[in-house]
């Protein structure tokens, strides 16, 4: 039970002792003097909103400020260590709001020790889960330096569900995990916040996850995403590449820029050449285009899962279409790729041109345009892009042939 004129007369001491009158606090914490003088005389609390900032100020931990009291500073807390389980439970009660979700198969909320789904699916003879986890990379460490806390999310959720996508599942729910070294509300709120709201767009669900506070391990300041989904499939209909024959047609979707990969090279360029930061491509500045958030493909390919009409399709990440599409291609064929359909943003022409970076290193590195494969049949190209189209450009840019290469390069991208 808390004691208000206990915790009145806390502040008021703890107040002094660092040298504050009542307006200097209230400046601080960006309130009225009036309310610091309702709490010292037992009339009124401070909001749960400012209690982790007046600890701060005050030098002692919220725990100390709703008791009342100093702990013995000989002792040992949680707080001492640096986590306030009174301001993380708060966290946790506003985290709740983002893991509402009308998906009935999610059977319980924020609270118990794990999370319950459904898996029932009576309209799948042979159900499959497809599992995945993933991180945005070092692309994080720019989206918290620059202001993109939200977008970051949907850059890591849009990348899990392409990932499963391409082996032709539905995403159902992920579980995400932030570290960091201490709690932020305003932050842990905003990367909740997008991570539930990138689920949504992908029509899954966010079940729950972990916050784990690490004061010690990871600076103050830092956060370090990642996240799990669990995606359902019928056995026969899974997308795996083995129904590529020779003949059939390389499709590339296109991609908004970087998507998530490639920044370690991009950071390495902005060290060495910080003016860059601030140039304009195409009415964007650099850093604008390179915080794009990753496409999301599922919607686009959803349409024309379980209808044998992809035979085999890429998620063009790290390694380029070189180092994914050839995890799709059987043994014995080889996907011949002309580059110089490729239809290449201006983003990568800045990078390439502005680092002197080889194509080899751009194809190697990034997806240069190309977000997504699609294999299909010729026969069935012409409806696959039609499809297509109507979400992002897609266009032919290669043939499967008998080869032992599996991915292999003609002519030169044209940068111009």
Known sequence: MLNSMKVGNFIMEKRKAVGLTQQQL??????S?????????????????????????????????????????????????????????????EMSMHLETKDKRVLNGLGPFASLYDIKFP????????????????????????????????????HLVNDIAVMGAKPLAVLDTIVCGNAEK??????????????????????????????????????????????????????????????????AVASNGLHTNGYSLVRLL?????????????????????????TPYYKAVKAMLGKD????????????????????????????IDLSKLRIPNIFKYIRNSGNIGDEEMLRTFNCGVGFNVVAAQKDKDKVMKHMNQFYDCYEIGIIETGEQKVVFENRMNWL
């Open 26 to 31: 209230a400046d601080k914490l960006n309130i």
């Open 33 to 93: 003097f009036q309310a610091i003088s309702k709490w010292e005389n037992g009339t009124a609390y401070p909001n749960i909103e400012i209690l982790k900032d007046l600890a701060i100020i005050l030098e002692v931990s919220v725990d100390e400020i709703l008791s009342g009291s100093e702990k013995n500073v000989e002792g040992l807390s949680y707080s001492k260590a640096g986590i306030d389980i009174t301001y993380t439970n708060s966290i946790k009660r």
């Open 123 to 158: 309209d799948i003879k042979n159900p499959v889960l497809v599992l995945k986890s993933e991180e945005p990379g070092s692309k994080q460490k720019l989206a918290m330096e620059y202001g993109y806390t939200e977008s970051i999310c949907h850059d890591m959720i849009n």
């Open 186 to 251: 305003d932050t842990i709120k905003s990367l909740v916040k997008g991570v539930s709201e990138a689920c949504k767009e992908n029509e899954c669900s966010l079940v729950g996850g972990e916050t784990s506070i690490q004061p010690f391990v990871v600076d103050a300041g830092v956060y370090v995403l990642t996240s799990s989904i669990a995606g359902i499939v019928d056995k026969t209909k899974v997308i795996d590449g083995s129904a590529i024959e020779e003949g059939d047609s390389v499709l």
């Open 270 to 294: 902005m060290d060495k050449m910080p003016q860059i930061k601030l140039d304009k491509i195409d009415g964007l500045t650099f850093i604008e285009q390179i915080m794009k958030p990753h």
């Open 309 to 336: 009409i992809i035979h085999g399709m890429a998620h063009i990440t790290g390694g380029g279409i070189e180092g994914n599409l050839c995890r799709v291609i059987p043994e014995g064929l080889s996907a011949r």
